[in-house]
């Protein structure tokens, strides 16, 4: 049996990796010794990390890729392959919130409904909801049926990435936890439908990390915690935020056939307990 994880040889293509989170998970899988490809639409953040990569010795490349758009998708896959040879894991990463898809108010309070100058429930605007759904869901459909091709008959690994609120949705966040929760019945889908074909299909649920999207929401301009920092710490039985290296154990282990050959269809929570604690 394998006594520790090595990827030598396995190509990783990562969606939203100019990102905080997917850029340490492409920073975590090129030290393992895989080849890693980082796509984003923000390519020059992506070649940023690439560069990182390369110059701590790994083998990275950043490539331009809409997760919402199929054609962009089939011009980076093309280009996938011919930098790397073909796909062995994808990490579908891509994903946020939208502030046109959140609300201003926890819960209802009456007059709600008479408001226009307040994003209420009543208000929320449609196409806000749909931008924060296609991001979180339609993105990962469509470039797992780009990407899955290269994986069919060979083998293969697919990781999404959801969210604690796909088990607990958020308060003022409607769009985002119904996405997420979209997120993890996807994957226990895709698990069924490609176990025939050797592809491998589970998700990472983080809890609460700080990230460039979300830190406005948990600090203060001077650097305090906010109110709802103090909500999600208080539920949080750890008793702090994630960080990035508290995921790496986990994407490892369903990363690496060795570890976790017969595990499909599953979505494990990385989230210091928060989604096991009742509040009391």
Request: net charge negative; with cysteine; aromatic share 10%.
């Amino acid at each position: 049996m394998a006594t520790s994880v090595n990827l030598t040889g396995k190509n990783v293509v990562i969606t939203g990796a100019g990102g905080v989170i997917c850029s340490g998970f492409a920073k975590a899988l090129a030290l393992a010794g895989a080849r890693v490809a980082l796509l984003d639409l923000n390519v020059q953040k992506a070649e940023e990390y690439a560069a990182d990569i390369r110059a701590e010795g790994g083998f990275a490349k950043a490539f331009f890729a809409n997760v919402l758009e199929k054609e962009s998708l089939e011009a980076c896959y093309n280009q996938v392959v011919a930098e790397l040879g073909g796909v062995d894991i994808l990490i579908n990463g891509a994903g946020g919130n939208h502030p046109s898809a959140t609300t201003a108010k926890e819960t209802y309070e009456e007059g709600d409904i008479e408001l226009k100058d307040v994003t209420t429930f009543f208000t929320l605007p449609a196409d806000g909801i749909k931008k924060v759904f296609d991001i979180n869901f339609t993105g990962i459909l469509l470039t797992t049926q780009v990407f899955a091709k290269g994986m069919v008959g060979k083998g293969g690994t697919i990781i999404n990435i959801s969210s604690m609120n796909s088990y607990r949705p958020l308060t003022k966040i409607p769009a985002y936890s119904a996405a997420k929760a979209a997120v993890s019945n996807f994957t226990q889908w895709l698990a069924v439908h490609f176990a025939k074909a050797g592809i491998r299909v589970n998700a990472i649920a983080p809890g609460f990390f700080s990230t460039n999207q979300n830190k406005a929401l948990l600090y203060t301009q001077s650097g305090e915690l906010t109110p709802r920092s103090h909500k999600i710490l208080d539920h949080t039985p750890m008793g702090r935020f994630g960080e990035i290296g508290d995921l790496i154990g986990t994407l490892y282990w369903l990363a690496d056939d060795n570890f976790s050959g017969f595990v499909t269809g599953v979505v494990i929570p990385v989230d210091g307990g928060f989604s096991a604690y009742s509040g009391v």
